[in-house]
Nanobody, 124 residues
């Protein structure tokens, strides 16, 4: 089992920055491909960014490329999502997810573990 706990969400204005953290516990963190998803009101959960164990394979949704950066610290069992130039359309509950894989995985149903989510609200 892997337990994931997100933090760092909040209410910000358009153009602001925010950093989300996801602390993992349980099995060996470095064995897992980690990702951030988000779910906006009335929409499906969507892939935001993912990173493999070494940080050598990173993938982003087109909507966040150039604005968001995913990173991980295996020594701290933590994955981060640095968000810049936030827009109102970034408003959503952001979830951290983990999957035992070495490859990019963008489909939510394929993930093994999920955090409880953290709300990000961007006002215009």
């Amino acid at each position: 089992q892997v337990q994931l706990v997100e933090s760092g969400g909040g209410l910000v204005q358009a153009g602001d920055s925010l950093r989300l953290s996801c602390a993992a516990s349980g099995r060996t963190f470095s064995n897992y491909y980690m990702a951030w998803f988000r779910r906006a009101p009335g929409k499906e959960r969507e892939f935001v960014a993912g990173i493999n164990w070494s940080g050598g394979i990173i993938d982003y949704a087109d909507s966040v490329k150039g604005r968001f950066t995913i990173s991980r610290d295996n020594a701290k069992n933590t994955v981060y999502l640095q968000m810049h130039s936030l827009k109102p359309e970034d408003t959503a509950v952001y979830y951290c997810a983990a999957k035992s894989s070495t490859q990019v995985v963008t489909i939510a149903a394929r993930y093994d573990y999920w955090g409880q989510g953290t709300q990000v609200t961007v006002s215009s």
